[in-house]
Antibody, heavy 125, light 107 residues
Framework: QVRLHQWGTGLLKSSDTLSLSCAVYGGSFSGHYWTWIRQPPGRGLEWIGETNHLGNSDYNPSVKSRVSISLDTSKKEFSLKLTSVTAADTALYFC???????????????????WGNGTTVAVSS | EILLTQSPGTLSLSPRDRATLSCRASQTINNNYLSWFQQKPGQAPKLILYGASTRATGIPDRFSGSGAGTDFTLTISRLEPEDFAVYYCQQFGRSPYTFGQGTKVEI
């Protein structure tokens, strides 16, 4: 059974750099996309971005100029860095695994099946 | 960006009722790229359906999904007490990948 454990700094000041990490226990590390999602207090979910072991990354334009997601394959960990944070970055941050399930015909299924428990990040001015 | 609009915003029902949740996309999405999640307060979202209609591992068969193109539906045939939560649809059809704003199913 695959499990994700995440950690990182929970209290930041404006202009700081947010840094979170997520460790993968069980399952394969390659062959999946590793993803970060966030949820501002009382609001819905926002996809931040993803990357895989081949270095293919994709980011939400809303944060693209400030974000990077990296992998440490040897440790089976991936990390999120978000620079120049403001109060608008205050949220519950989740890491997740995105599966690409090929059926042998037609397009693959894409879905996020395993999630971390979430890390609360608060940015003060 | 593909906008996903969920309706209703809140669904007030009782245990054993049938719940029907709608998700409408601003552009056509291949079914294989549409998921539904359940989220309870203070918890991570939990995958309920992927491929618009395939139940994730361990999800009971009272949950079902349908739809194609721009209109998708999550149906809970007979609500159990543990089903009261917020439900989100989500798409991988085009980046940036987006979520609907959520439907709260409350007692």
């Amino acid at each position: 059974q695959v499990r994700l454990h995440q950690w990182g700094t929970g209290l930041l000041k404006s202009s700081d750099t947010l840094s979170l990490s997520c460790a993968v226990y069980g399952g394969s590390f390659s062959g999946h996309y590793w993803t970060w999602i966030r949820q501002p207090p009382g609001r819905g979910l926002e996809w931040i971005g993803e990357t895989n072991h081949l270095g293919n990354s994709d980011y939400n334009p809303s944060v693209k100029s400030r974000v990077s997601i990296s992998l440490d394959t040897s440790k089976k960990e991936f990390s999120l860095k978000l620079t120049s944070v403001t109060a608008a970055d205050t949220a519950l941050y989740f890491c997740a695994r995105r599966v690409s399930a090929f059926t042998g015909y037609g397009p693959p299924y894409y879905y996020m099946d395993v999630w971390g428990n979430g890390t609360t990040v608060a940015v003060s001015s | 960006e593909i906008l996903l609009t969920q309706s209703p915003g809140t669904l007030s029902l009782s245990p054993r009722d049938r719940a029907t949740l709608s998700c409408r996309a601003s552009q056509t999405i291949n079914n294989n790229y549409l998921s539904w999640f359940q989220q309870k307060p203070g918890q991570a979202p939990k995958l309920i359906l992927y491929g618009a209609s395939t139940r994730a591992t361990g999800i009971p068969d009272r949950f079902s999904g349908s739809g194609a193109g721009t209109d998708f539906t999550l149906t809970i045939s007979r609500l159990e007490p543990e089903d009261f939560a917020v439900y989100y649809c989500q798409q991988f059809g085009r980046s940036p990948y987006t979520f609907g704003q959520g439907t709260k199913v409350e007692i």
